[in-house]
């Protein structure tokens, strides 16, 4: 068995998680959100950020709680505006445009990010266009999903730039634990620059689900049907509310995540000190080494990980994603196994 | 805090459950399905029915394995005859009309079951109407919502009926344990009945999950990519597989739902002996008795139910719901408070 | 050739309408409703009912606009009740779920019109649902499908009654014309007791065509894309403005309609001569004779109309539907062959 | 007034459209195009191409045609290709997204058609993206937006690779007489070399209205309905079909097109001789000179038309759009000006 560096998502969960199902197992309690751990959690959640409970939805998957949200946020005929390396853009099957909206993508540079240039751009080009509809919603990711970081700074310029574009901004946080570790960001800090966002604990450290917030109120009305009617919602709700009520209690959730980044870090001195560069500089838990093809064959003899990008015919680049779960010793493991290749 | 019988997913899930999810907590996996115990679990059940292992798939929500699976059957407008009391009617908000699909409802008998003279009634009736489109699905829920269970026979007839007049059949197994267990049915004689069924876990022992069966291999493709883009298909596919492994791996699954048959068997027995009656007659984990006001009243004091329908001034119909996890001591303790009430 | 009493869109359109077309033919003008004529047809209707231009729109065809209209005005999840007679209920495909929205039906009098004692008995059923979620729009048809007529008292009524319960209230229009002229009814009088309704006039001496109301302008935001994202823009879109400017520009409109009335009348009078009764007392340009078998089929030979409903083994109730464009010499006709019959 | 070059659409309709609306408007004919005019509009058009009548479908407005054709031919999860400057991409206000569809947008020359080595480019991009869903129809405009046109020998090529990918080839064919005099190209081949395609009339002389043909008999199933469910069926058909039946009857809709391509031709002459560029190649009645800022404003003061693409700081690109309407006086007017001025 090779040991993976393919995702954040191959091991189960966190065990404080796992103790706390099975001491309130036999426990009866009410269906459908309205469970005391749910209740806790989402108190633990809104009293971080300073808004109300009802503001707080758990979701078991990520492209549910994208299409949700969108669906929540938008009227029928509003666009989206995302990088093209967005997860919405092409790897959830179309889950945006099965709701019925169109998005517009960005290019963006290799992080991934988008920034007020990128905009600017686009909104240039649109101004040619006849009869084309203004887009309403920015999604961004933070990580991205070429591992880029937004920091509050790049928040409140990009915040700032919908606004006086009439454009929510949406912030999809499969993995916000990574970005936030990384960058300092506190949920406080993305509730005030952003419309809607979540919080990912499928990729650090939960079983699944996904905490949306809407960061006022009134974006938030009847959602909890459309929840239902959805298929979202859970009847054991509880299972939802139990893992964020461990990951938000105290720290866990950030603790997981600053986990995650070292390992990746430790990962991405080793590679840079051996000599090789980067897709774009590592700063969260996923990390884009250029590798010469004869080393990433070799190394794929023992590790798993993706091939992201054949950069030339020489030279790939190669996808590394740590996680929580990550042991230590494998990551010095693929640190000396590379050494030991070059 | 009182005891319930208000439904059947007050508790978390079979230990059997946890403890395989405990032991394979740090094993690395492949996510979306692809992991070891969901290829077991899905072997398990292919193997029970006789079908191709790719008919079959967990998804965590009634709710959403009823909309997937509309949507995949069905044209866009193509209408579903259903019950009025149907689970897809009117407590899933809405959720198969947002996916496009007109809901015909027939009304049945007490317990809630579709037979051959309702639909003879229907067609009938829309042989007037100028322009109606022909529907082209038939939705049971065995047992249904009221309760009553389809046997075999029932089964035969129908699916022949729905053969002569174009409907597929589709069955909701939310409750399908305990319509096997009252019945005899087999999951071989339900795949051979019906087009496609769904066998659920959360109100039998699971912590979340149906599995969803496609009883043709050509009603199933692309149902993977559909799953996907509605946000239905958890990254940590193994927390669904193992439930399912568990519970198919021997019979697991029927020794829940006879435990919980047995249970309201015991408080139907006493109900009756106490002279009371019931909207339909008890055969399955949920049952009706009609009791005066104030013994429903004072027996509301120690237990949770609802109150399911007037009947009179003094009397109602109340609804008692037992599961795998309803405690022998619980049921004695409200037979005696009954006795004494009475 | 038979003589039609089938329906009232058997013809062409009113030859001023023709006239205007071939008039303005060669005239060069704006697309997409720009036009002189739309702007001066919007102006018309604006200044009869006391509202914004704005808030007036043309699209081609009746379930076209029953959609666009309840598409703006819901939110995914909200409900619809209608009479089961509705014209969204059976004969439009399953428009309105196709975009989203469930229908609940309500049983009436034979007359088609919903009265509060309707919805009373409706919302006293619902409160024993569990779940089930509150409708938000009450959809009305004026005259319904069934000939009946709702007077500015039953819209009073049906609007206060809405406002208590959260209720949009939308009137289909499709045969208004009739219904104004049989009731005295204004658009003045529909605008203030409804939240949007549509003035047909396919059926009322246009080629194709209903106007569009949203009564408050809040309701209007942003349906101009909406219509043109479904579709239901003409790029010519002066074919509809000189269709609605030559109906509104006096009250073409509201004579074409008395005619067809008048017809009717002539009709329901002589019938009820004969000694032969009605599904429902006959007010509007669509009459329910229950006549004998062997009448009916004699009278069949001749002229074309729909069976409706059969009452007994000997006893049919037709439809007899007239137009601003049914000959009075066809009227006499049916009426002497019907006295020589009988 | 200005004369305009702004759009095929600014007039009415041709002459013998409105004589035979007049010579026909009191007939009783049936509704929702089965009337005789449609059912000769469906003859002739079947015959020149050797399909079945059924696989023809007359609809009001090209987007709605385009919808309603994709809806049918795409399972819900299916993607769309299509051209950036493709009529679907930005100016049908997200109607393709709107019923669930991803569109991938291609970059094309200057033209806007699409060649095999632009899909080739795009297949061998996406196969570096995990997860990605394959597309299932490869949309194309002939013209296209930019006035290009497909020959029969493109044609050939295109539906051959589509047929290599598994992709469906669907033509929007708004200005298919501009592309068929154009080239040559016959119905017949169309429908060769396509899988469905429409044929418009609303810029070729009609009021409105788009023929929408589906080149084999199963894929045409269940359309019908599809059209009334979204609201797309005339009930008085007989305006589509009139207008098809005079454009088919014989060779008019050739005839019209063959003026706007030979008011096109004078133009472009015109400007080609007074030493200006275009940019694409002119070859149907749309054309695209690169002007001096300053020819072009003065052009402006008489002639409406779009700037389309900024060049430099000194000259724009600009569409002159014909129509079997145009003029040749103006056409001349024009081109006398435009000497004047260099």
Redesign the interface.
């Known amino acids: 068995?090779k040991?993976?560096f393919k995702?954040d998502?191959?091991?189960?969960?966190h065990?404080a998680i796992?103790q706390k199902?099975?001491d309130?197992?036999?426990?009866?309690?009410?269906?459908y959100g309205m469970d005391q751990y749910s209740r806790d959690a989402r108190r633990f959640i809104s009293e971080k950020i300073g808004i109300n409970e009802e503001q707080i939805h758990f979701i078991?998957?990520?492209?549910?709680?994208?299409?949700?949200a969108l669906?929540a946020l938008l009227?029928?005929?509003e666009?989206v505006i995302a990088a093209e390396s967005g997860h919405i853009v092409?790897?959830?099957?179309?889950?945006i445009?099965?709701?019925?909206?169109?998005?517009i993508?960005l290019h963006t540079q290799p992080d991934g990010k988008i920034r007020t240039e990128d905009l600017d751009v686009f909104f240039g080009k649109m101004s040619?266009?006849?009869?084309?509809?203004i887009p309403r919603l920015l999604y961004i990711s933070n990580t991205t999903e070429l591992g880029g970081v937004y920091s509050k700074e790049d928040l409140q310029q990009l915040f700032a730039y919908c606004k006086r574009k009439n454009l929510l901004l949406y912030m999809d946080g499969a993995r916000l634990g990574s970005a936030m570790t990384a960058s300092g960001l506190t949920l406080k800090d993305i509730a005030t620059y952003t419309d809607a966002f979540y919080i990912g604990a499928?990729?650090n450290g939960g079983?699944?689900g996904e905490a949306l917030v809407f960061c006022r109120p009134e974006l938030n009305e009847?959602f909890s049907?459309?929840q239902?009617?959805?298929?979202?919602?859970?009847?054991?709700g509880?299972?939802l509310g139990i893992q964020f009520a461990e990951l938000f209690r105290d720290d866990l959730y950030l603790q997981l995540a600053e986990h995650a980044n070292k390992m990746a870090t430790i990962l991405a001195d080793a590679i840079h000190a051996a000599g090789f560069d980067f897709l774009s500089v590592p700063v969260s838990n996923q990390i884009f080494p250029i590798l010469p093809n004869i080393v990433m064959d070799r190394l794929a003899e023992r590790y798993a990980f993706?091939p992201?990008?054949?950069i030339d015919s020489d030279f790939t680049a190669i996808r590394l994603i740590t996680s929580w779960?990550t042991k230590e010793e494998n990551v010095h493991a693929f640190v000396e196994d590379l050494q030991s290749l070059t």
């Open positions: 068995m040991i993976s995702n998502y191959s091991e189960g969960c065990p796992l199902i099975m309130s197992n036999m426990e009866q309690d009410e269906g078991s998957v990520g492209t549910q709680t994208n299409l949700l669906s009227k029928p005929y666009y092409y790897v959830e099957a179309g889950a445009e099965a709701i019925g909206h169109k998005i993508h040619e266009i006849h009869n084309i509809q499928t990729k079983m699944m009847g049907i459309l239902k009617q959805r298929g979202a919602t859970l009847a054991k509880r299972f993706y992201w990008k054949k779960a």
